[in-house]
């Protein structure tokens, strides 16, 4: 089974988590045009189809326990299903930014779960780098608030109704990493891939069929189906595929500081193509989640040797 060279995998891990947050704020408009529940089965459904092919168990794979089966089951409900549902109805009450704020808490969740969950050793380094991802979330609380909702009472009850969604989507991102490190001692990253986007297809159906049965499908313009397009194929096969290679290689632990790629994406994309504003802080508060990744992932530097004794 391949397993992929520390750079590799630090470079899949990071891609992965950048496409995260490219889709994430670029569901916003999506969310606008097609309801939440027919979006995320939409998004398995075409994810499916496009790799029907990794579906089919490797000759060299042995058959599936009873533990790695209801992790798969865990890994597709916490990780895509409840994701998608609480990251879509969450960005469509609040904005990008905001949203790409309270991710940056991923890499703080994940370290504490992969202690707990598969007792792996968390090096001083990396609490490092989870303390950095502490001061961005720090930096981002004191900025000044995203206007673009409207102001009011009843907007900002919305827009911390969107917050606390957000927050419920990072719980199930840091279960999802934990459980994906387990599951990657068993399965081949595209099984893995192929088998919880079938769950999640097979969770999302009975609302997805209701959602479709009451909508009017001519309302959605065509830029809004290629948008769709890129959002299936980039949540369903890419990321997922992206993030189980570079586990192979990499502690959860650490791989789960890769996570703040997240936020700083999903930031830029709102700005840059959403319009939204990004003041100092939270560049600043971007820039220290960075620095928890070089700090995260900068090789060790090799231990003198002791001389030989004569």
Known sequence: MFVPSRPLAYACLALSMSLVGGYVALSKP?????????????????????????????????????????????????????????????????SAVSAGVIMASIPAVV???????????????VWGAVVCAAVGIGLL????????????AAADAKAWLGNALVFAAVLCEAAYSVIGKALTGALAPKRITALINLWGFALATPFGLYAAWRF??????????????????????????LW?????????????????????????????????????????????ALAGVVLATAPRRAAAPSPASE
């Open 30 to 94: 999506l969310v606008a045009a097609i309801p939440v529940l027919l979006l995320a089965w939409l998004r398995f459904g075409i994810g499916g189809l496009a790799m029907l092919h990794w579906l089919r168990r490797p000759a060299d794979e042995p058959p599936m326990s009873g533990r790695t089966k209801r992790l798969l089951f865990l890994e597709s409900f916490l990780g895509n299903f409840l994701f998608s549902i609480c990251m879509l109805y969450g960005v469509s009450m609040t």
């Open 216 to 241: 009017d499908f001519g309302t959605v313009p065509p830029a809004m189906w290629l948008l769709l397009l890129f959002y299936s194929l980039a949540a369903s096969i890419w990321t997922v595929w």
């Open 111 to 125: 370290a504490p779960m992969s202690w707990a969950f598969l007792r792996e050793r968390i090096a001083p380094r």
């Open 141 to 152: 609380a004191i900025a000044k608030p995203d206007s673009a909702h409207g102001t009011g």
């Open 244 to 288: 189980m290679t570079g586990l192979k290689a990499v502690p959860a632990s650490q791989g789960g500081v890769f996570t703040v790629m997240l936020p700083v994406s999903a930031a830029v994309v709102g700005v840059v193509v959403l319009g939204e504003r990004l003041g100092g802080l939270q560049i600043a508060a971007f820039a220290v």
